[in-house]
Each structure stands twice: as structure tokens, then as C-alpha cells.
């Protein structure tokens, strides 16, 4: 099962995506709740609700029609997971890391496939792409152990580590040069764990302005989705709708030679096995992106 948020006629609500339709569950059934991460926190009897809704619905939209929302627009968590690929780890001249290595986004950095990606006043030759797999989290969980951490997973998407390099590698947390604003696509929906099976066997790739810079699959992961679930659950509470970005591997702009940072214009598509793609257009930060009306009085 294929879960998004779209937008149409004004409104926004959850649907199931049903080749090129998607199925309006508000329709289907006015019950379910209207946001993918209030169906998760219901559990796995919402989820199977969802799914026979979707089977009888006679309200079905061509995709074409709406507009794809990011499928968990406010996470509790996004987290992401740095040097996750041993020819990213190489080609960034670093150690292979011994366990992984955690850092958030914050939450106000998501954004939709088709969204516009602002391209930084304060850093206008240092953004980058990074394509990457990630898992949501569909169960309340804590001290999972790895056989058991496929229970815990809802499904699976795909985000844009969109990195601002200069302000990234100003300190070791790396977390502020990941977190500006429009500078976390998800999407383009939620592909359910039973759909997409073994998620460590999937194609990845990533294109600027069709022109193709990483080319890899998630066999090639350090840490897998299920290790993963075991070392953050070691620490903290896992909640529903916590998004867990697992890496990128090589190919990032700031490795080529001679260096090939975004710039407004670009266009950046990223593509996964059995999970779809988004695809990103670069813009120049607005200069009125901010009301500073509140603190004026």
C-alpha cells in the first residue's frame, strides 16, 4: 500500500496511491483520520481499515490532478545518519565509523517532492544534494532488538539530505547545516514494509538537471534499517511518524572534482526500487520568507 497526503479542491487529506490515481479515503471512509501520522499512532487495525477502504472506493483522482504533500509533514523526530556507505565514507577521506552516526533535522526543514528547495543568501555556493532511503516508524517501541525491529516499521519513503556544507562542517553535530527551511523533501508517499520487502536490496539514483551523480543500492548500507531501530531504541522512545533518514552514498557534490554544488535552477530527482521519486527545483531564498510583524508590536 502506497499512503500520501495530497492536496485538491482546497483541502488536504490522506489517500492511497493506486497507479497513476489515488484513492480519497475521506471518501472511502469518513472515519479514518486525515493525516498518515494520526492512521499510524491508531495502529495496525487503522492501517488494515485504511487498506480495505482503498479496495471499495469509487472516489479515485488522477494523480496528475493533485498535489503530493511530504507523507509525515511534522515528525516528533528526524533523524538522519551520516557516513552510512563505505564509498561515501571514502570519497569524504574519513574512518569507517564503528557505530553509526546520528544527527537531526529539524522538523521545520521538511518539505514535498515538487517543492521548491531554497538555495541559502548566507551560502549561495554550498548546497548539496544528498539521496536517501528512509524508514517511519509505525509502532511505539523502545529496546528493539534487531530480529524483531521489521515489526516497528511501518514503511518506507524517500528524502534529500539537502546539506548546506559550509555551515555543516562548522561544528561536529553537523545538525544546523542540515535543518534550513525547505531543506528535508519526503516523499513521495509511504510505501508500506509489506510492499516493498527486503529493503536492503533496493536501487538508488540521483540526477541534477538529469544528469546522473549517485548510483547505488541499499545492500551497500554500514548499518542497516534493522540495526538502526536497535541503536536509537537503545537510547529513546521510537514514536509513530518518527522519520529515520539512513544515508547517502557517494556521489555528493562537494566530492567531485572539480566540485559541483546546487545553484538556483537546478532541478534534483531522486529515485528508489519499488519506493518512486521526488524531484526538487532549486530557487533563491526569498527575501520574505520570515514576518517580523509579531516583534515589531
Same mark, same amino acid.
Given at each position: 500500500?502506497?499512503?500520501?497526503?495530497?492536496?485538491?479542491?482546497?483541502?488536504?487529506?490522506?489517500?492511497?496511491?493506486?497507479?497513476?490515481?489515488?484513492?480519497?479515503?475521506?471518501?472511502?471512509?469518513?472515519?479514518?483520520?486525515?493525516?498518515?501520522?494520526?492512521?499510524?499512532?491508531?495502529?495496525?487495525?487503522?492501517?488494515?481499515?485504511?487498506?480495505?477502504?482503498?479496495?471499495?472506493?469509487?472516489?479515485?483522482?488522477?494523480?496528475?490532478?493533485?498535489?503530493?504533500?511530504?507523507?509525515?509533514?511534522?515528525?516528533?523526530?528526524?533523524?538522519?545518519?551520516?557516513?552510512?556507505?563505505?564509498?561515501?565514507?571514502?570519497?569524504?577521506?574519513?574512518?569507517?565509523?564503528?557505530?553509526?552516526?546520528?544527527?537531526?533535522?529539524?522538523?521545520?526543514?521538511?518539505?514535498?517532492?515538487?517543492?521548491?528547495?531554497?538555495?541559502?543568501?548566507?551560502?549561495?555556493?554550498?548546497?548539496?544534494?544528498?539521496?536517501?532511503?528512509?524508514?517511519?516508524?509505525?509502532?511505539?517501541?523502545?529496546?528493539?532488538? !534487531?530480529?524483531?525491529?521489521?515489526?516497528?516499521?511501518?514503511?518506507?519513503?524517500?528524502?534529500?539530505?539537502?546539506?548546506? !556544507?559550509?555551515?555543516?562542517?562548522?561544528?561536529?553535530?553537523?545538525?544546523?547545516?542540515?535543518?534550513?527551511?525547505?531543506?528535508?523533501?519526503?516523499?513521495?508517499?509511504?510505501?508500506?514494509?509489506?510492499?516493498?520487502?527486503?529493503?536492503?536490496?533496493?536501487?538508488?539514483?540521483?540526477?541534477?538537471?538529469?544528469?546522473?551523480?549517485?548510483? =547505488?543500492?541499499? =545492500?551497500?548500507?554500514?548499518?542497516?534499517?534493522?540495526?538502526?531501530?536497535?541503536?536509537?531504541?537503545?537510547?529513546?522512545?521510537?514514536?509513530?511518524?518518527?522519520?529515520? =533518514?539512513?544515508?547517502?552514498?557517494?556521489?555528493?557534490?562537494?566530492?567531485?572534482?572539480? !566540485?559541483?554544488?546546487?545553484?538556483?535552477?537546478?532541478?534534483?530527482?531522486?529515485?528508489?526500487? !519499488?519506493?518512486?521519486?521526488?524531484?526538487?527545483?532549486?530557487?533563491?531564498?526569498?527575501?520574505?520568507?520570515? =514576518?517580523?510583524?509579531?516583534?515589531?508590536?
Amino acid at each position: 500500500m502506497k499512503l500520501a497526503m495530497f492536496t485538491h479542491a482546497g483541502g488536504t487529506r490522506l489517500g492511497v496511491v493506486q497507479g497513476d490515481m489515488i484513492a480519497d479515503l475521506a471518501t472511502a471512509d469518513p472515519a479514518l483520520p486525515p493525516e498518515l501520522k494520526r492512521l499510524l499512532e491508531l495502529g495496525p487495525a487503522a492501517m488494515e481499515r485504511a487498506r480495505e477502504a482503498a479496495k471499495k472506493a469509487r472516489d479515485l483522482l488522477p494523480l496528475s490532478n493533485v498535489r503530493l504533500e511530504a507523507p509525515i509533514d511534522r515528525p516528533n523526530k528526524f533523524i538522519a545518519v551520516g557516513l552510512n556507505y563505505a564509498d561515501h565514507v571514502a570519497e569524504t577521506g574519513s574512518d569507517r565509523p564503528e557505530f553509526p552516526t546520528i544527527f537531526n533535522k529539524q522538523n521545520t526543514c521538511v518539505n514535498r517532492t515538487g517543492g521548491p528547495v531554497h538555495l541559502p543568501r548566507v551560502s549561495p555556493d554550498m548546497l548539496d544534494y544528498e539521496g536517501e532511503m528512509a524508514f517511519v516508524i509505525g509502532r511505539r517501541c523502545r529496546h528493539v532488538p !534487531r530480529a524483531r525491529a521489521a515489526e516497528v516499521i511501518a514503511g518506507y519513503c524517500i528524502v534529500n539530505d539537502v546539506s548546506v !556544507r559550509d555551515w555543516q562542517l562548522r561544528t561536529p553535530t553537523m545538525t544546523i547545516g542540515k535543518s534550513f527551511d525547505t531543506h528535508g523533501p519526503i516523499g513521495p508517499w509511504l510505501t508500506t514494509a509489506d510492499e516493498v520487502g527486503d529493503p536492503h536490496v533496493l536501487s538508488l539514483r540521483t540526477t541534477v538537471n538529469g544528469e546522473q551523480r549517485q548510483a =547505488s543500492n541499499t =545492500s551497500h548500507l554500514i548499518f542497516n534499517c534493522f540495526q538502526l531501530v536497535e541503536h536509537l531504541s537503545t537510547a529513546f522512545t521510537l514514536e509513530p511518524g518518527d522519520v529515520i =533518514s539512513t544515508g547517502t552514498p557517494s556521489g555528493v557534490g562537494l566530492a567531485m572534482k572539480p !566540485r559541483c554544488m546546487l545553484k538556483a535552477g537546478d532541478v534534483v530527482r531522486i529515485e528508489i526500487e !519499488r519506493l518512486g521519486a521526488i524531484e526538487n527545483q532549486i530557487i533563491d531564498e526569498p527575501g520574505d520568507t520570515v =514576518s517580523l510583524g509579531a516583534l515589531n508590536g
